[in-house]
């Protein structure tokens, strides 16, 4: 096996080349690309005390102008309370479908109280309202929770504003595992290290998640409480212990381990318990995910003399291979209604984020650029987060599972960002 194919099962060799750069700055977000018939909703400001309505409408607008799936109409500088008589004609004529309207009242212990109201414009009906009670620190997660009503109400699907994506960044000497809000703002590390840092995977809980760590200098598997800020040995056998990811019920992680000779998938329990032995194979084994209902694991295996995709079943048995086009194809991930998988396919000598429909096995590479990596898809399937390369320096992206939206998420400071990886539903 070549070297280029070691070093590209990054999960796996862990050899990772990492750019130096700093990224301690949240993300910012450029739409690149907009996907068409985008639904025209007006967000009018908030009556209350300025600088804390400015801000919540903003997270709102920036929410729902970034998903691809909405027009902006400019709501004027008028504040309009959550309980006035709407003019219905005039919002008809400035070409708003939808209208938010809504206020921020202080409380009597000092927190806020949000009010808002959605209303369609067309039917001249209100869609549903809701009132949130609040801290200033709370501003963001408040402006994403109503981004979310707004869009599950106009689209019906969940929105995923108010999710979180994680993250490794690179500074000089200094890897940090990063988790931040799903537009890249309130970025905080979870963990930091001198050594490197890879394969973050989100718990179907929200609340944990699995890397590697290479701290001892070689690669352990830990699962990180966010809350508790504490982590546990999930894997340390001898050798290589790499590429963590969940069982949809949160008990188990699929890793690969090296321990017995060669790069093999294995099954443990989340508290490093009951280590299994899944597959054996005389190549390389690595990447492994599950499928959303639990019953299949999908991995990249060279098993059949280039990089491809396989399935077994989680509890063992026939290995199927999956992709066929192409010579090189890694990093399968499923969408979450399990019909899809998204994986990197070498095209040309470009590295590209590729879907698959899984009945069909039609196959659209969703992307432009050439050196893609480790997608993983929001959870309502709408967007997939993956990494790439931009100037000679690793960004964050995404782009809609039918390839008609696209953003990138770049470092602010000349930062390298890789290893993306997006979090469940918020509980």
Do not use: C
Not at 2 to 15: D, G, I, Y
Not at 23 to 52: K, W, Y
Not at 187 to 199: G, K, R, T
């Amino acid at each position: 096996m070549n070297m280029q194919m070691r070093t590209s099962f990054r999960s796996l060799s862990a050899l990772l080349a990492l750019s130096a750069g700093l990224a301690h700055a949240q993300l910012s977000v450029e739409i690149i690309g907009a996907g068409a018939n985008r639904i025209p909703v007006a967000v009018a400001d908030f009556p209350g005390e300025r600088i804390i309505s400015q801000a919540l409408t903003s997270v709102i607008r920036n929410d729902l102008d970034r998903s691809g799936l909405f027009r902006m109409v400019d709501a004027g500088s008028n504040a309009i309370p959550e309980n006035a008589a709407i003019a219905w004609g005039d919002w008809r004529s400035r070409g708003a479908d939808a209208l938010a309207v809504g206020q921020v009242l202080p409380t009597a212990d000092g927190r806020f109280e949000t009010r808002f109201r959605l209303h369609d414009i067309q039917k001249q009906a209100q869609l549903g309202g809701t009132a949130l009670l609040h801290s200033s620190s709370q501003l963001r997660s408040t402006g994403h929770r109503i981004a979310d009503f707004i869009y599950e109400k106009l689209t019906g699907e969940p929105g995923v504003f108010s999710t979180r994506i994680a993250y490794v960044v690179k500074s000089v000497g200094r890897f940090e595992l990063q988790v931040a809000d799903a537009d890249g703002g309130n970025a905080q590390a979870a963990f930091a290290s001198s050594e490197p840092i890879i394969s973050p995977s989100w718990a179907p809980d929200g609340n944990r998640i699995a890397y590697v760590s290479f701290q001892t200098k070689k690669p352990v598997v830990y699962v990180h409480d966010l809350a508790a800020g504490r982590r546990h040995v999930a894997a340390n056998f001898k050798g290589s212990n790499s590429a963590p990811a969940w069982s949809p019920d949160g008990r188990r992680l699929a890793l690969v381990l090296t321990k017995d000779g060669g790069s093999q998938l294995y099954l443990v329990n989340a508290d490093g318990s009951g280590v299994t032995r899944l597959a054996s194979s005389a190549g390389i084994d690595t990447e492994p995910n599950f499928s959303p209902d639990g019953q299949y694991i999908y991995f990249t295996s060279d098993r059949g003399g280039s990089p491809q995709i396989y399935r077994i079943p989680a509890t063992g048995g026939d290995v199927k291979r999956v992709t066929f086009e192409g010579s090189y194809n890694t990093s399968p991930r499923l969408s979450p209604d399990g019909k899809s998988m998204a994986y990197i396919s070498r095209n040309s000598g470009r590295f590209q984020l590729a879907l698959m429909d899984l009945a069909s096995k039609q196959t659209q590479i969703l992307t432009d650029s050439s050196k893609d990596e480790s997608p993983s898809f929001a959870p309502n399937g709408r967007m997939i987060l993956y990494a790439t390369e931009i100037g000679g320096r690793g960004v964050l992206a995404a782009v809609s599972s039918d390839g008609r939206v696209k953003l990138k998420l770049p470092a602010i400071g000349g930062g390298d960002v890789r290893e993306p990886s997006w979090g469940p539903f918020a509980k």
